[in-house]
Structure formats: structure tokens, C-alpha cells
């Protein structure tokens, strides 16, 4: 056995390809089947990303507005209704930290968390925060709880 005798195995190879650009002779000389110039018969071609063939590409042709603050920051927004339901739940007790809205899954261990003041709280809890709304400060205060900010 040596290399001019190795074949594949019968039945492997679906589609003989003919071998391109060996020769007049071959049937796929010279231009080996991509055709006379044109970026496609460029050796490295590849189409990028959006191309149209030259026309305006859809990215280009529609308007662009609106506004990215780059220095905005996001928070997690965490509603009163949903620290009275963890307390009702018996899942938290007397207060509430970040760890345990990450664990209640409020929250992602990255993530900055905001209290709003949807729903109602009626035990007195102290909740730890990044930032809360004015309107939650004051139903968590006069509920009896208080209030932290980390």
C-alpha cells in the first residue's frame, strides 16, 4: 500500500467534485467555472456583511434617530408588591439585602436595584438599595421599615 492506491471507503464520497483550474484538458481549466473577471472570480472573496451588489445598503438608506446617553445607568426596578409577597412567603423576614434579591431572583449579581412604589407594604422591613423612589421611601417609612442605600 502507498499513496497512489489510497481511495476513500465505498460508499463515503456522494459527490465526486471535479478538480478545478488543472488544465484545459480537465474540462475546468483556465477560469475554473467562475467566469471571466468580477469580484467572485477573485481569489479571497467573500461577501460582506449587509452588500447589495453595489446598490445603498438597508443600513444606509434608513434614518437614523434618537439619542444613546453613553453615561446612563440602568437599574433593576423591584416593586413593593413584590418585597410584600417575599415577606408573606415567609422568604424574608425582617430585612432585605442585595444577596437576598439575587436569591429570590429580583435581581442578577450585577445589576443595580431600584425600589418603586407599586403595590403596598404593610410590615416593617429594612430594605437595602442602590436607589429608591421617592413615593416607595415614604410607603416604607410609614409602614415602620427603613431604608438603606448601598
Same mark, same amino acid.
Given at each position: 500500500?502507498?499513496?497512489?492506491?489510497?481511495?476513500?471507503?465505498? +460508499?463515503?464520497?456522494?459527490?465526486?467534485?471535479?478538480?478545478?483550474?488543472?488544465?484545459?484538458?480537465?474540462? =475546468?481549466?483556465?477560469?475554473?467555472?467562475?467566469?471571466? %473577471?468580477?469580484? %467572485?472570480?477573485? /481569489?479571497?472573496?467573500?461577501?460582506?456583511? +449587509?452588500? $447589495? +451588489?453595489?446598490?445603498?445598503?438597508?443600513?444606509?438608506?434608513?434614518?437614523?434617530?434618537?439619542?444613546?446617553?453613553?453615561?446612563?445607568?440602568?437599574?433593576?426596578?423591584?416593586?413593593?408588591?413584590?418585597?410584600? #409577597?417575599? /415577606?408573606?412567603? =415567609?422568604?424574608?423576614?425582617?430585612?432585605?439585602?442585595?444577596?437576598?434579591?439575587?436569591?429570590?431572583?429580583?435581581? =442578577?449579581?450585577?445589576?443595580?436595584? %431600584?425600589?418603586?412604589?407599586?403595590?403596598?407594604?404593610?410590615?416593617? #422591613?429594612?430594605? /437595602?438599595?442602590?436607589?429608591?423612589?421617592?413615593?416607595? =421611601?415614604?410607603?416604607?417609612? %410609614?409602614?415602620?421599615? $427603613?431604608?438603606?442605600?448601598?
Amino acid at each position: 500500500m502507498n499513496l497512489s492506491n489510497l481511495k476513500p471507503k465505498e +460508499g463515503s464520497i456522494h459527490n465526486p467534485k471535479k478538480r478545478l483550474g488543472r488544465g484545459q484538458g480537465s474540462g =475546468k481549466g483556465g477560469t475554473a467555472a467562475r467566469g471571466h %473577471k468580477g469580484a %467572485k472570480s477573485r /481569489s479571497g472573496y467573500s461577501k460582506k456583511l +449587509g452588500f $447589495e +451588489g453595489g446598490q445603498m445598503p438597508l443600513q444606509r438608506r434608513v434614518p437614523k434617530f434618537g439619542f444613546k446617553n453613553i453615561n446612563r445607568i440602568e437599574y433593576q426596578g423591584v416593586n413593593l408588591n413584590k418585597i410584600q #409577597l417575599l /415577606s408573606d412567603n =415567609k422568604k424574608i423576614k425582617d430585612a432585605i439585602d442585595f444577596q437576598a434579591f439575587v436569591d429570590n431572583g429580583l435581581a =442578577k449579581k450585577n445589576d443595580l436595584i %431600584k425600589i418603586l412604589a407599586t403595590g403596598k407594604i404593610s410590615v416593617p #422591613l429594612k430594605i /437595602s438599595a442602590h436607589k429608591f423612589s421617592a413615593a416607595a =421611601k415614604l410607603a416604607i417609612e %410609614k409602614s415602620g421599615g $427603613e431604608i438603606v442605600i448601598l
